[in-house]
C-alpha cells in the first residue's frame, strides 16, 4: 500500500488523491502580447489554484503539444525560474513540479526550490536521472509514443495497454538501477501523448493494472482533446467532461489528478476517496 512520495526535503501524503495545478508559463498563456511571461499573473494563479486544494503546482515554460515549437534552454529557464522562485518564497510547504525534458532546466528548477520532476520524456535525456538523484526529487516517468511534435500522426500498437505498462516498468527498472529510490517514483500513461481516441479510452477503462503495479500513478486528462472526440466541445467548454474522466480515475485508483479547473475538480475527487474508503 502506498502512503507517502518523498518530494526532496518534503514529503505528499498518498492516502488521499492529490492534485496537481497546471501553471502553463508559455507568453501565449501569461502575457499582454509581449514575450515575457507576468510573474505576478502566475503567482495570481497559483494562489487560486492552492485556495481550490491543490497540493502541487506543475510549472511548465515549453508546449508539449502537438505541433509546438521547441523552446531553448536559456529561453525556458527565464519563464520558469523567477515563478519558482517566487511561489517557494509565498508557499514554504506546497510541492512544485518543474514540467521539463531538459535536465538543465530540472536542476535549476530544484536549486529554485522545486521537489518533483515531471518529465513526458521519463528521465530518458543524457543527465536527467542525475538530477533527479542528486534531489532526492519526486519523478513522473511518463508515456509516450514518438516525440511531441508528430506524435499524433499514425499512433500504433499492438496492445496499448500491455505496451504501455511494459515501457514504464523498463523506465522505472532503469531509474531504480541507477539509483533513484523507487518510493519516489511515480508512473503515468501518458494520456494524449501518441494515443488514438480508442487507445487513450481502452487506457482509462484498464487503469487497475496500471494501479497493480504498485506505484503512484498520476493521470492527465484536462481539457484534452481526447474528450472533444467524444463530446464534440471546444477547449473552454470540456471542464465537465474532464471532472468525469478525473472521477473514473480517482475510483480505479490514482493517486495524483493533473488538472487545470483545480476548485472544479476536487469535490468530485473527495467523493471517490470518501466511497473508496467507506
Ligand atoms: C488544452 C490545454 C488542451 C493543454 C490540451 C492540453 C500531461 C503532462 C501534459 C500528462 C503528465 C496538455 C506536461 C498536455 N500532459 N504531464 N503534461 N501527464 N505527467 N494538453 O498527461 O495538458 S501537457
Known sequence: MIKTLPCGDK??????????????VTPDSF??????????????????????????????GESTRPNAATVP???????????????????????????SSKPDVMLHA??????????????????AMAVAREHNAAVCLMHMQGRPRTMQQAPHYQDVVSEVLVFLQHRVSQCTEYGINQDNIVIDPGFGFG????????????????VDLGLPLLVGF????????VIDKPVDERVYASVALATIACFKGAN???????????????????????
Open 31 to 60: 502575457s499582454d502580447g509581449g514575450l515575457f511571461v507576468s510573474v505576478d499573473a502566475a503567482l495570481q494563479q497559483s494562489r487560486n489554484m492552492i485556495a481550490a486544494g491543490a497540493t502541487i503546482i506543475d510549472v511548465g
Open 73 to 99: 534552454t536559456q529561453q525556458e529557464l527565464n519563464r520558469v525560474i523567477p515563478i519558482i522562485e517566487a511561489l517557494r518564497k509565498e508557499f514554504p510547504d506546497i510541492i512544485i513540479s518543474i514540467d
Open 11 to 24: 514529503s505528499l501524503d498518498l492516502q488521499i488523491p492529490q492534485i496537481m495545478g497546471i501553471l502553463n
Open 222 to 229: 484536462s481539457r484534452k482533446s481526447m474528450i472533444d472526440r
Open 195 to 210: 494515443k488514438t481516441l480508442p487507445q487513450n479510452l481502452l487506457l482509462v477503462k484498464h487503469l487497475e493494472r496500471f
Open 110 to 127: 530544484m536549486v529554485a526550490g522545486a521537489n518533483f520532476i515531471n518529465d513526458v520524456n521519463a528521465l530518458q535525456a543524457e543527465g
Open 256 to 278: 495524483i489528478i493533473r488538472v487545470h479547473d483545480v476548485s472544479e475538480t476536487i469535490d468530485a475527487v473527495k467523493l471517490c476517496h470518501a466511497v473508496r474508503d467507506a
